[in-house]
């Protein structure tokens, strides 16, 4: 079982930037997947960003390609998504998940069904 918990999120104005960060506990960081999902008010939650287990392979959703980064530090147990360049279409809350069993050359989950584990979720707002 993992556990995970969400920070950093808050209130930053447009073209700002912000990092959150997801702390992950419950057992070892590896063969897991980690992945940032958002929903906005009235909408679907929706795929944003997943790193492989040891940070091999990334992708994102096409809108935040070139502004937003996944990382993580798996001597931490944290994995973090960069927001720069942010727009008032990012406002949301953002979730960290993780899917079990995935490793650096397996495809990397995108759905919702495929992750286990969720977060709280924090809260992003872009708004001047």
């Known amino acids: 079982q993992v556990q995970l918990v969400e920070s950093g999120g808050g209130l930053v104005r447009p073209g700002g930037s912000l990092r959150l960060s997801c702390a992950a506990s419950g057992r070892t960081f590896r063969g897991i997947s980690m992945g940032w999902f958002r929903q906005a008010p009235g909408k679907e939650r929706e795929f944003v960003a997943v790193?492989?287990?040891?940070?091999?392979?990334?992708d994102s959703v096409d809108s935040v390609k070139g502004r937003f980064t996944i990382s993580r530090d798996n001597a931490k147990n944290t994995v973090y998504l960069q927001m720069n360049s942010l727009k008032p279409e990012d406002t949301a809350v953002y979730y960290c998940?993780?899917?079990?069993?995935?490793?650096?050359?397996?495809?990397?989950?995108?759905?919702?069904?495929?992750?286990?584990?969720w977060g709280q979720g924090t809260q992003v707002t872009v708004s001047s």
């Open positions: 998940a993780a899917a079990a069993g995935y490793d650096d050359y397996d495809l990397q989950p995108t759905a919702i069904y495929e992750y286990e584990y």
């Open positions: 790193i492989s287990e040891n940070g091999v392979r990334t």
